[in-house]
């Protein structure tokens, strides 16, 4: 079951991450990206890393998207889409470059796959030593509240008067 589930996810990330890389209007390509992030997390879910899931969630999904879409929000004339750049022929190469070298990578590693899944709840496990008795609790709500004053400073110096 969880192999479908797998290469469903698989195609769709590849979708995604086509439709970031293709589309021209900004914002969709951001919300593709958004897709893309989720996607993964599904990815991690299936193979039984929970922690790597919620992280992804909370970090790329969280912080990352929406400070994407605040400065999308942000720049003027982004209604008028990415201009095709001069590097478009390098970055094609490049891009098949390091298409050819991840598949060589990927056939001549020889990977070793566990017959079974782990027994014990990895996110349980992380959060009771972070969080728990002499955790790092105060340490994160502090680094929280300095963050989200950086982001209100950073959009009031931004934002036109």
């Known amino acids: 079951m969880f192999d479908i589930v797998f290469w469903i996810l698989a195609i769709l990330i590849v979708a995604a991450a086509l439709a970031v890389v293709f589309l021209r209007d900004v914002f969709r390509a951001a919300l593709a990206l958004i897709l893309l992030f989720l996607l993964i997390a599904g990815i991690y879910v299936t193979l039984?890393?929970?922690?790597?899931?919620?992280?992804?969630?909370?970090?790329?999904?969280?912080?990352?998207?929406?400070?994407?879409?605040?400065?999308?929000?942000?720049?003027?004339?982004?209604?008028?889409?990415?201009?095709?750049?001069?590097?478009?022929?390098?970055?094609?190469?490049?891009?098949?470059?390091?298409?050819?070298?991840?598949?060589?990578?990927?056939?001549?590693?020889?990977?070793?796959?566990?017959?079974?899944?782990?027994?014990?709840?990895?996110?349980?496990?992380?959060?009771?030593?972070?969080?728990?008795e002499g955790g790092y609790l105060l340490p994160v709500e502090i680094t929280a509240i300095l963050m989200l004053t950086a982001v209100l400073?950073?959009?009031?110096?931004?934002r036109e008067k």
Do not use: C, E
Not at 153 to 158: N, T
């Open 48 to 132: 039984n890393a929970d922690f790597l899931a919620v992280v992804q969630i909370l970090v790329y999904v969280g912080a990352i998207s929406i400070l994407l879409l605040v400065g999308i929000m942000l720049t003027r004339d982004v209604h008028r889409g990415n201009p095709s750049g001069k590097f478009r022929i390098p970055a094609i190469i490049v891009g098949i470059l390091l298409i050819v070298v991840l598949a060589f990578t990927i056939i001549d590693t020889n990977w070793m796959i566990s017959s079974s899944p782990p027994l014990d709840n990895t996110a349980g496990a992380i959060g009771t030593t972070l969080f728990g």
């Open 153 to 158: 400073g950073a959009i009031v110096l931004i």
